[in-house]
C-alpha cells in the first residue's frame, strides 16, 4: 500500500494512527479505558515475549521462531472478542492470541524447542493445537461449528432424557488463517461447507501483506474480504493496526453467529514488521519504503497514542517493566526445559502398548546404545 491511498482502504477504522476516535456507519467501540489499558498491557507483552523468542532462536535455543511484530492489535483485538465457551483454531503465528487466551508462554517455546509433538490440552483453554500445515485448520473448524449446530439441536432432548439442567449459552468458533492460505484449497472448501450448512465460524484472516515473500496483491485481483461474497457470506475488511475496531468488528461476526446467521470472513488488514520466520530474509523482497510506512502505523504506539490523555508516566513505565520482567520470566522457562528421553515419543503413540510396541522401544534403545563409547 502506497503513502498515498485512504484510510478507506485500510478498512473499518475506529481509533487514526494518532490515537484520535473515529466514527464508523456500522461500527462503534465496545472497549472502554480499562479494557483498552488491558489490551494495551496484552500487546506490550506479546512484543516482549516475541522479542525474547526470537533472540533465543538466534542463541541457537529454539529450532524456529515465528515472530508476530505488527500484529499484535489484530490478535488481542479478536482474542478478547471471543468468549470463553468459542473454541479457537489457531494457525501458526498465533502466539499472542494463545498466550491471552491463557496458554502459559512456554508452552509455545516446548513446540518450537522440539520437545513436544503439540503441547496443550485444547480443552483447557478452548484453544486448538497449532496448525503448521497451511489452511488445515480452517477444515476442522468448520467441522466443531458443525458440531456445535448439533449440540444445540440434539442437546436439549439429550439433556431431558439424561434429567439434567440445560441453559448451555451458545457458542462460535474462530478461525485464523493468513492471506497466503487463502489461496489453499482447504481454505475454499471450508468457506464452502461453513456457507451451506450456516456454521457458526468467524474466519479471521490476519493479511500481513506477504506470503513469505510473495506479496498478497499477487495472489488476489479484490480484497481478500471481497471474496466472501462468492461463498455467500459477509466479508469485512478492518484496519488490522487498530485494536478497538478489530475487536468490534469480530465481536460482530461471533454474534452474528451464534445467532445461528453463519459465517464471516474477516480481513484484518495489517503489516508483518519482520521475517515470515527466524529462516527469513525480508530485506531480499520487502521494499524499504514500504517497511517505513507500516512501521509509522505501529498497532502498538497508537494505543499509546489514545491513552497518553488518561495515563502518565508511571502508568506506561509500570507496563514496560511488566512486559519486560515476562520476557526474563520466559526466558529463564525456556533455558530450563529438559529435553526428553530419545525413545519418550514411543510414549505418545498408543494408551496401551503392545508387546509390538515394547519389541521396538527395545530395539531402538538397543540401537542408541550401540553408538555410545
Known amino acids: 500500500m502506497s503513502s498515498g491511498e485512504s484510510s478507506d482502504d485500510y478498512g473499518v477504522r475506529l481509533l487514526n494512527p494518532d490515537g484520535s476516535a473515529v466514527e464508523h456507519v456500522d461500527f462503534r467501540p465496545l472497549l472502554g479505558v480499562e479494557e483498552l489499558k488491558g489490551c494495551y498491557g496484552a500487546m506490550l507483552r506479546a512484543r516482549h515475549l516475541d522479542e525474547a523468542a526470537t533472540a533465543l532462536q538466534r542463541q541457537g535455543e529454539l529450532a524456529l521462531w515465528i515472530p508476530l511484530r505488527g500484529?499484535?492489535?489484530?490478535?488481542?483485538?479478536?482474542?478478547?472478542?471471543?468468549?470463553?465457551?468459542?473454541?479457537?483454531?489457531?494457525?501458526?503465528?498465533?502466539?499472542?492470541?494463545?498466550?491471552?487466551?491463557?496458554?502459559?508462554?512456554?508452552?509455545?517455546?516446548?513446540?518450537?524447542?522440539?520437545?513436544?509433538?503439540?503441547?496443550?490440552?485444547?480443552?483447557?483453554?478452548?484453544?486448538?493445537?497449532?496448525?503448521?500445515?497451511?489452511?488445515?485448520?480452517?477444515?476442522?473448524?468448520?467441522?466443531?461449528?458443525?458440531?456445535?449446530?448439533?449440540?444445540?439441536?440434539?442437546?436439549?432432548?439429550?439433556?431431558?432424557?439424561?434429567?439434567?439442567?440445560?441453559?448451555?449459552?451458545?457458542?462460535?468458533?474462530?478461525?485464523?488463517?493468513?492471506?497466503?492460505?487463502?489461496?489453499?484449497?482447504?481454505?475454499?472448501?471450508?468457506?464452502?461447507?461453513?456457507?451451506?450448512?450456516?456454521?457458526?465460524?468467524?474466519?479471521?484472516?490476519?493479511?500481513?501483506?506477504?506470503?513469505?515473500?510473495?506479496?498478497?496483491?499477487?495472489?488476489?485481483?479484490?480484497?481478500?474480504?471481497?471474496?466472501?461474497?462468492?461463498?455467500?457470506?459477509?466479508?469485512?475488511?478492518?484496519?488490522?493496526?487498530?485494536?478497538?475496531?478489530?475487536?468490534?468488528?469480530?465481536?460482530?461476526?461471533?454474534?452474528?453467529?451464534?445467532?445461528g446467521e453463519g459465517p464471516t470472513l474477516i480481513e484484518a488488514y495489517t503489516y508483518r514488521m519482520g521475517p515470515h520466520t527466524t529462516s527469513d530474509d525480508p530485506t531480499r523482497y520487502q521494499p524499504a519504503g514500504e517497511v517505513d510506512l507500516w512501521r509509522a502505523l505501529d498497532p502498538i504506539d497508537r494505543v499509546v497514542r489514545a491513552l497518553a490523555p488518561v495515563c502518565d508516566a508511571a502508568w506506561f513505565d509500570g507496563q514496560r517493566a511488566e512486559a519486560e520482567a515476562a520476557a526474563a520470566e520466559l526466558r529463564a522457562e525456556t533455558l530450563a526445559l529438559a529435553d526428553p528421553a530419545p525413545d519418550a515419543f514411543f510414549d505418545e503413540v498408543l494408551v496401551t502398548e503392545t508387546e509390538e510396541a515394547r519389541v521396538q522401544r527395545a530395539r531402538f534403545r538397543e540401537y542408541r546404545e550401540s553408538f555410545q563409547v
Open 71 to 259: 500484529q499484535e492489535a489484530a490478535q488481542i483485538g479478536s482474542v478478547r472478542a471471543a468468549a470463553p465457551a468459542d473454541f479457537i483454531f489457531p494457525s501458526y503465528r498465533e502466539h499472542a492470541v494463545a498466550w491471552d487466551r491463557g496458554l502459559p508462554a512456554v508452552e509455545v517455546m516446548r513446540l518450537l524447542r522440539g520437545i513436544t509433538h503439540g503441547g496443550w490440552d485444547p480443552a483447557a483453554h478452548n484453544l486448538a493445537n497449532y496448525a503448521l500445515v497451511l489452511a488445515s485448520q480452517t477444515l476442522h473448524a468448520v467441522g466443531y461449528a458443525l458440531g456445535l449446530q448439533l449440540d444445540a439441536q440434539l442437546g436439549p432432548r439429550l439433556e431431558a432424557q439424561a434429567g439434567v439442567a440445560g441453559g448451555q449459552e451458545p457458542a462460535a468458533v474462530l478461525a485464523y488463517l493468513g492471506d497466503g492460505a487463502m489461496s489453499q484449497g482447504d481454505a475454499n472448501e471450508a468457506f464452502v461447507w461453513a456457507a451451506s450448512f450456516k456454521a457458526p465460524v468467524v474466519f479471521f484472516c490476519q493479511n500481513n501483506q506477504w506470503a513469505i515473500s510473495t506479496p498478497a496483491a499477487r495472489q488476489s485481483r479484490v480484497p481478500l474480504a471481497a471474496r466472501a461474497a462468492g461463498f455467500g457470506f459477509p466479508g469485512v475488511r478492518v484496519d488490522g493496526n487498530d485494536v478497538v475496531a478489530v475487536h468490534s468488528v469480530t465481536s460482530a461476526a461471533l454474534a452474528r453467529a451464534r445467532a
